[in-house]
């Protein structure tokens, strides 16, 4: 069958649409560019077939693209069911991708949906959150048989992997994408920052500037996060569990504060912890009138939506991604986006330019996992310093930006132990 007759996505029609999201985004990744230039001339995946699960949006359906233009028979799906963009998965169907996606499916389709991608019986994954890993590992290991590898997108899904490792039941070697410098410097950081504000703004038309935004987790989603808010104008409370990020916060200018403490001033609240219940009933028992709830972690888990549910009289919908909670006292507490991904359910994701790098190391990632999965057993790897490097040569190169290289008697000074 033809990636036309196989595909299950909402409406073919759409496809004119996706296709411009996705003309601008290639417009905007030189560096991935670059890569599919290479990849077009190597030909790295002839004759494989690759499985992607990521948010299926514009610029991953130009990563989808890359990929099949060296040479890989592509299928794709979601990694979140209001992450997913109709027109885009119209538009790879007709560029001969097979997508089963849809926006917004109930959780049993969502799931079969992914489960039709790895019945392609992929030889390579790109992965999001680790679901195209647990499914195989799971309830489809029939499926397990031929996959060679693949690389993993996010920190969530790293962490389900290295306990997989531990437990010595991972049954095939992942790229830990997620680790790379180019990865969390540039994506996590300046990509889930601006982003995240992106989707609140777009969804709540409110200001930011001299509200109170609490920032649950600190590592480099988080910092971001706080760094966009702080240049809004906003005042910013972190929480944290670890001592050495509570006092890398408090040094770089913010308040640091327990939950039960912070829920009591706080009018915006971004959880980015990977973990759950991070805003949890005894939480919206303090919480000021009017505020407001969201999530930038990988799963709808972060803000304890039943606890919330329980806690209300009514629950209505008052604007697109907008869910008000009424508390038996008056209160009114909303939620944004169902509580999964503020930026990508409630907005377009990170940046284009941000991804390019990013979606660059997934696609060099991909053919250093093809080439050497049978050295690396089943394990979970770094991505390779001389890729990370490459990235960023490539993008300093894009922006037009040289730097000095180490000379050679600069290289043996620095090699050298003896006195000088």
């Known amino acids: 069958m033809t990636a036309a007759e196989n595909s299950i996505v909402t409406d073919k029609s759409l496809a004119p649409e996706g296709h411009l999201k996705i003309d601008w985004v290639q417009a905007h990744m030189p560096v ?3 890569i599919r230039e290479q990849f077009e001339k190597e030909q790295p995946f002839r004759g494989l077939k690759v499985a992607i699960s990521l948010h299926l949006e514009a610029k991953t359906a130009y990563l989808a693209k890359v990929v099949q233009a060296g040479g890989a028979e592509v299928t794709i799906t979601g990694s979140n069911p209001l992450s997913t963009q109709d027109d885009v998965c119209a538009a790879l ?29 992929p030889d390579l994954i790109i992965d999001d959150g680790g679901d195209l890993v647990t499914i195989l590992h799971s309830e ?45 410097l540039f994506d996590n950081r300046y990509g889930t920052g601006q982003s995240v504000f992106d989707g609140i703004n777009r969804t709540t038309n409110l200001v930011v500037a001299g509200k109170t935004v609490v920032v649950a987790g600190y590592g480099w989603c988080g910092k971001g996060v706080a760094m966009r808010a702080k240049g809004l104008g906003a005042q910013v409370v972190v929480t944290e569990i670890d001592a050495i990020k509570a006092v890398e916060a408090y040094m770089d200018g913010f308040t640091v504060l327990s939950m039960s403490d912070a829920a009591k001033i706080g009018d915006y609240f971004v959880t980015v912890t990977g973990n759950r219940d991070i805003i949890r009933g005894e939480h ?16 709808d888990v972060e803000v304890n939506k039943p606890e919330l549910e329980a806690q209300s009289v009514s629950v209505r919908t008052v604007r697109r991604n ?70 960023a040569r490539y993008k300093l190169e894009s922006l037009g930006i040289s730097i000095d290289r180490l000379s050679d008697e600069q290289k043996a000074y620095l090699d050298s132990w003896q006195e000088h």
Do not use: W
């Open 32 to 34: 991935l560019n670059r």
């Open 284 to 299: 919206y028992e303090v919480m000021k009138d009017g505020a407001i709830l969201s999530n930038a972690g990988h799963f």
């Open 322 to 391: 907008i869910e008000e909670y009424q508390l038996k006292d008056g209160r009114k507490i909303y939620l944004l986006a169902e509580g999964r991904l503020v930026n990508l359910a409630a907005g377009d994701g990170h940046p284009a330019e941000i991804m390019d790098m990013t979606f660059a190391l997934q696609a060099m990632s991909l053919k250093y996992m093809n080439d050497r999965y049978e050295q690396i057993g089943k394990a979970v790897v770094n991505v390779p310093y001389e890729l990370d490097e490459q990235v």
């Open 93 to 121: 169907v007709e560029d001969g991708i097979t997508v089963f996606a849809k926006y917004n499916p109930d959780p049993k389709e969502y799931k079969e949906l992914m489960i039709k991608t790895l019945e392609t019986r």
């Open 140 to 184: 489809r290991r029939d499926l397990l048989e031929g996959v060679r590898g693949g690389a993993e997108e996010t920190t969530t899904g790293i962490l389900r992997l290295k306990s997989l490792e531990k437990e010595g039941r991972l049954e095939f070697p992942m790229v830990a994408v997620n680790d790379a410098n180019c990865k969390y």
